[in-house]
Nanobody
Framework: QVQLVESGGGLVQPGGSLRLSCVAS????????MGWYRQAPGKQRELVAT???????NYADSGKGRFTISRDNAKNTVYLQMNSLKPEDTAVYYC?????????????WGQGTQVTVSS
């Protein structure tokens, strides 16, 4: 089992910045990809960004040029730096990771952290 705990959400004005953090604990030795997803009210959960264990990154178009994902493997932590925030970035942001055991991947989610962009 892997537990994920997010932090760093809050209320920010348009154009502002936030940095989200997610710490993994438990069976972390086999952690593979880590990432961030978000879900706005009335919408489906969507990808924000992912980062592989080797550092390869992938971003949704909505965040390219504004968001940066990074990870510290020694601390089992993934970060999401969000700049130039827009009201449409308002959502609950969820941390995600997967763990490979044999030929299977097991996915784990954090409890989510609210990000509200409003003046």
């Amino acid at each position: 089992q892997v537990q994920l705990v997010e932090s760093g959400g809050g209320l920010v004005q348009p154009g502002g910045s936030l940095r989200l953090s997610c710490v993994a604990s438990g069976s972390v030795a086999s952690i593979n990809t880590m990432g961030w997803y978000r879900q706005a009210p009335g919408k489906q959960r969507e990808l924000v960004a992912t980062i592989s264990s080797g550092g390869s990154t992938n971003y949704a178009d909505s965040g390219k040029g504004r968001f940066t994902i990074s990870r510290d493997n020694a601390k089992n932590t993934v970060y999401l730096q969000m700049n130039s925030l827009k009201p449409e970035d308002t959502a609950v942001y969820y941390c995600y990771t997967n763990v490979k055991r044999g030929s299977l991947l097991y996915g784990y989610w954090g409890q989510g952290t609210q990000v509200t962009v409003s003046s």
